[in-house]
């Protein structure tokens, strides 16, 4: 019997993998919205000083990753190993960063779930004995998303009020298995969802069901209880992709709606900022989880919470061949005890 | 001290995660290469009866991890993580394969290294005890890679000669703590190089350095002896990148030569196939990994090899941005003691 494995897709991590700094960089929309407070760094220009959007989004996931080993008294050499990954074709920000950084560089893809899957694989290293640290993080550009998913900015193409706004940000994290700061518990990998939907200006209402699937699988194997957590935080859903996460999990017998909230939904004043259904993008789970949510672990605001960022696996090729858009979802349980 | 870490880089897995099945597909020219005998299946068809390539790409890895399940006389429902990736925008063909499957899938992106990385990543799940059985595979094809990083076929393109021939193949990996087969001994993960480069036609040379500098630091980790090894086989280096690889480990005071080839050499007859440098393509180490390699390593004709998978993170937008190529190459050893 494996100890590690709980039920069918929950894995318990025994060696408590901790959190030991976490760093966070928004772009200026981002940095106007009700989290403003919680960033390390807003930017008062999208470009950060660079001749295109993908290198200032590369310099944005390099400066946090930079950051959170500074936090920790680190230096780059200590670091063993770096999970890195984001929207953009064959991660031009993500490996020109490691580029710089000169760790050891696992590319990770899984849309805008990648800094729930770096929480992952990056604790899983540290738990195994693998890594005595580990930075995991991503990062998304509205300038540069919009682009390759979407249309040239210049279009000044208008969007259905289903869509949602991709966040300029980046965050990261150093994983450790010493040192203080709050702890991986379990991680919950996703499966790839598929229910139909092909709008790629309904990303909330196709990644929705991975969401849930995640979740319910957590609750189906550990028997715990939703409200034992401070917070349930999927990645960017969006307003219409959470209610159809609480209404789903309520068919499902399962009531997160007291600990429930999405990233997208906090990260912008929805209505005051004009950002249609809410935030989205790697950036966007990632900017509020090392922003908000691990500002209140480190101040023990919070004592549990699990993250769940989703992700959307199209791409401009799929959509072009007329395909659905398949989901998942990584959760991953972190704990203050 | 960490006894997993050995000097600055190399990880040692203890726990003997052992390769239980290998699957390959390869298109029709990789067909009429010399390795033809040694593949699980040859298409005949570039399309693979779907109506796109990439639905062609998706189906060949889907159907190399279900050959490498029933291989071992499981059903994906044994099977706990997916590890897939491959060149395309998205990973349109991992993330369409890993929704058919139903295996919980961490996308990865390490270019052409990917079969390595999932090696790495799926060995480390299995060794730490957080998975019992792990797929990992990777595939590539001629017509959608081509499209994407270079011109449309239509076009007829004349390429230079120091350009290599994307393979049409996909390979897969069942990993497990039990059964019978060749172990998972070493990983080492790699660094991002990038020593200048900016011809995506000559991606041997860009690589190449990579690939040197994981090679040295194994060695270096180790104190191993290159002629230890029945085999060391980098991804798809091409006869370019593979001489700079002798010649680069030379003047490091290692000499690889005796035991040392490079997937994208051996998968095609490079003078009687018209294939300039040579193979490349995620497909191209996984296919030779997976067919040629893993053969003789059950039949017991290879004791130790190791696998050396090169990735160049280049991407169109990139190259149209004027940047050099990085390169990533990780590293396994593997053994039949």
Redesign the interface.
Known sequence: M????IGK?T?KLNNRPTIIAASSIVGPKEGQGPLKDKFDLILSNDLYGQ??W??AESKMVQTVMEMSVRKADKTLDDV??LFG?D??????PA??A??EL??????????CSTMA?GL??GS??I??????YVLAGTSSHYCTAER?FRFPLELGTQKPMTAQWTVTGAGSVLLSSQGSGPKVKYIV??????KGISDGNNMGAAMAPAAVDTIYSYFDDTKDDPNSFDLIATGDLGKLGKQIVIDLLRDMKIDISNVYTDCGVEIFDIEGQDVHCGGSGCGCSASVFCGYIYDKLVKKEFKKIMLVSTGA??????TL?K?TI?S?A?GVVIVND
Chains 1, 2 share one sequence.
């Open positions: 494996n100890q590690k494995r897709r894995i001749k295109t993908e290198l063993d190993l990954g929207l953009i074709n064959q991660l031009f490996s020109f490691a580029r000169g760790v050891p560089f696992f590319g990770i893809y899984g849309a899957e992952c694989l899983m290293a738990d195994g004995g693998y890594a005595n390759q990998p996703g499966k790839v969802i598929d696996l199209l791409s401009s090729t799929s061949q395909q398949p998942v990584h």
